[in-house]
């Protein structure tokens, strides 16, 4: 029978218990979900947009009741106050004061820019757990912006997602995807996203600062800022319907 070196078996069991240490995705995305779920939510938020020539900031302010319904009004700047976006399941209006139209998002539209900034109207409507919608693997540990993050690799479970796959590093301590490249189905790059800013609210450790770069733009990229949020808010159901968009 052949004998093995005391250092090599010492090899092979610092190696298992490294392995044994490592925890799954699955259990890492559960982990990000729960720190940004809630049955319901209000937030007041602003998108900075950084154009070409000049950047433009957009605010608005929302109310969520879990993934399948949210309600967003827009309140600044003059020319896009009053307009308003309504999601209920898959489904999303737009209304327009200034034409005083409501309409329908659908098929390719939801891939089109909202109000000219780097996220679609298909990233704003996604609001399911990521644990729902992908498979997560463990590849890897890289420090990203100070902190130490698990590198995650996702494949979608579903058909229907607006990203085949998505790579995201997680913060170790707090759970956090700090930065996130969204890909095609045929591996191309079609959008990153970079936190620049965590805070503690509510008990829990917040995004408040997204730059979300179209990577088939130029620019430099559209900043979403989280003013304010409250979890777990009590929200009428009437917030939820149709008739609330011309309100």
């Not at 995305?29 to 940004?36: F, G, M, P, T, Y």
């Not at 600044?76 to 998002?105: F, N």
């Not at 829990?204 to 130029?218: A, C, E, G, H, S």
């Amino acid at each position: 029978m052949k004998k093995h070196s005391p250092v090599w078996i010492l090899a092979v069991l610092v190696w298992t218990l490294a392995e044994a240490q490592v925890p799954s995705g699955d259990w890492i995305l559960q982990k990000v979900d729960e720190n940004i779920g809630s049955d319901n939510k209000i937030s007041h938020s602003r998108m900075v947009i950084h154009g070409r020539r000049a950047s433009r900031t957009v605010e608005s302010r929302s109310w969520i009741q879990g993934d399948e319904k949210s309600f967003t009004e827009y309140l600044a700047p003059p020319r896009e106050a009053g307009t308003k976006m309504l999601k209920l399941e898959d489904q999303l209006w737009t209304y327009s004061p200034s034409t005083d139209r409501t309409i329908r998002i659908s098929g390719h539209l939801l891939r089109q820019s909202v109000m000219g900034s780097d996220l679609s109207y298909e990233d704003l409507m996604e609001d399911r757990k990521l644990r729902d919608l992908y498979a997560a693997r463990v590849s890897g540990e890289e420090e990203y912006d100070g902190r130490v993050c698990w590198v995650l690799e996702l494949t979608s479970k579903e058909e229907e997602v607006a990203y085949h796959s998505r790579k995201i590093w997680v913060d170790k301590e707090r759970f956090v995807a700090l930065k996130e490249d969204r890909f095609a189905k045929s591996g191309k790059l079609l959008k990153r996203t970079e936190v620049k800013d965590v805070q503690r609210m509510e008990g829990r450790w917040i995004p408040r600062k997204i730059v979300f770069k179209d990577m088939l733009k130029t620019g430099e990229g559209t900043e979403f800022v989280l003013e304010e949020v409250q979890f777990n808010a009590a929200i009428p159901d009437h917030v939820f319907s149709k008739a609330s968009l011309r309100k």
